[in-house]
């Protein structure tokens, strides 16, 4: 079997579902080794595959996004973001746009140097890199060395022809359409970055590996044998382009264990003061926006007698401290995949991790979008059936016991369904399809 490296960015909500994958082809008996971070190394032990030190970026994110130690610019450039969320979602997607250069091709020279490095000690047959980390897609591509590609958030990620630019939405949720001209301003902003990075590749191409083909446009550069994607075969997603196979796992979530003792007396403290129990999670980065926290469950204590609050709080527990009580735990992180097999609803913020794995415990969700893919996700989570979608910004306490009457009315009978759909797959179909995928290829050692 061949032996893969399977690459990810220091970024806890790709590098997990990555780690996942890479566990699942070491069962299906693979060589598998995991390049990350050092901080990150305990993922590869959990999936009991080898680790390889490789930093692909300046930016990190370990767990909570604003508690994770890096450099006064990527702190500065994480509090700009979060200013810009609170401004309406263009603005965040256009804050985000301006950063992109930092982002995602930080370091370009220094990533082929590692790469080249790894590969002489390691001599994998192909490896398995994440879509959004662009300087190792490019260095694979100027070495020459086969790859899959995984996409860990909406498919749309995987540019599906000339009209679609990464970073703005595929689509949009009823509660969060942009008016035209700011549409216009985002697509604008989209485009000179989509020419800029493609004319840095083709640079970066020439210079070292001009006997290459050219990458091409940059943002469009992936796999041409496979592509993995965390996700649901959505008969509305859109059309994907010739040439590689295209993957849909559903999810990427390794197996929940049982909750520890701790949480399990937590849950039944919980279930004694209310009939429901709502989990509350806005992801590492989003967590900081605590006033929407406070929204939420201020909402659900004065406006549901009979439900109880889970919140995932990041760094701002101690600001929203005051809320816990007999109906609320607030904590930094939870247990996420485990109590969502134990609770009845979720809140979150429509990251592809949050989405699949409510999909997968069968779990209807309020979702607030606020940057990124979450849009697209947001409206896919509207046209499945399997959440409501609000606006952030725009919500008051009273609006969050409506959703949530809802989503137990409306929603919750389509969720048997979708979850058997989704479960069908995962991480280890994904593997075992992906090396058949992989297999026509020559080793490389």
């Known amino acids: 079997m061949p032996r893969v490296v399977v690459v990810s960015p220091p970024f806890i909500s790709h590098a ?35 680790f390889e030190p490789l930093s692909v970026t300046r930016n990190a994110n370990t767990g909570v996004a604003e508690a994770t130690v890096q450099d006064a610019r990527e702190a500065a450039r994480l509090a700009e973001f979060l200013d810009a969320t ?17 982002d995602l091709l930080a370091d370009p020279d220094g990533v082929l140097d ?82 800029a990075f493609t004319a840095l590749f083709a640079a970066f191409a020439r210079r070292h590996a001009p006997s290459r083909p050219a990458p091409g446009r940059a943002f469009a550069l992936s796999s041409p044998h496979a592509i993995v994607h965390a996700y649901p075969a959505f ?52 967590s900081a926006r605590d006033d929407v926290l406070r929204t939420v469950v201020t909402g659900i204590l004065d406006g549901m007698a009979d439900v109880s609050v889970v919140v995932a709080a990041g760094g701002r527990t101690a600001a929203l401290a005051d809320l816990a009580g007999a109906r609320a735990v607030v904590v930094p992180s939870v247990p996420q995949r485990a109590l969502l097999e134990q609770v009845d609803a979720m809140v979150h913020h429509g990251g592809g991790n949050s989405f699949t794995e409510c999909l997968r415990a069968g779990v209807p969700a309020v979702v607030l979008p606020f940057s990124s ?56 179909w994904a593997a075992g399809e992906l090396l058949d995928a992989m297999g026509t290829r020559k080793p490389a050692r």
């Open 373 to 428: 893919d979450q849009f697209s996700v947001a409206r896919d989570a509207e046209r499945a059936g399997a959440g409501v979608v609000l606006d952030p910004n725009a919500l008051s306490p009273g609006d969050v016991p409506a959703a949530l009457g809802t989503l137990w009315r409306s929603v919750s009978p389509s969720m048997p369904g979708l979850a058997a759909a989704v479960r069908g797959r995962g991480p280890g």
């Open 114 to 195: 590692a790469l080249r490095s790894a590969h002489r000690r390691l001599r994998p047959d192909w490896y398995v890199v994440d879509q959004l980390s662009y300087p190792v897609t490019l260095a694979l591509h100027c070495l020459g060395l086969p790859f899959a590609t995984f996409c860990p958030g909406h498919p749309s990620y995987v540019l599906s022809g000339p009209d679609a630019y990464f970073g703005v939405p595929h689509a949009w949720p009823e509660a969060l359409r942009p008016d035209p001209e700011r549409l216009a301003e985002l697509r604008a902003a989209a485009r000179q970055n989509d020419e």
């Open 16 to 50: 997990r579902p990555l780690s996942v994958l890479a566990g699942a082809l070491r069962r299906h008996g693979a060589d598998v080794y995991f390049g990350c971070a050092p901080a990150f190394e305990h993922l590869a032990r959990e999936a009991r595959v080898g």
């Open 235 to 286: 008969p509305w997603l859109p059309a994907a382009a010739p040439g590689p196979v295209r993957l849909f796992a559903g999810h990427m979530a390794a197996v929940a264990g049982p909750l520890d003792a701790e949480w399990d007396a937590r849950l039944k403290t919980l279930r004694s003061s209310g009939e429901r129990v709502v989990l509350v999670a806005l992801g590492t980065f989003l």
């Open 86 to 102: 609170r401004e309406g979602a263009v603005p965040a997607l256009l804050a985000q746009a301006r950063h992109r250069r930092a």
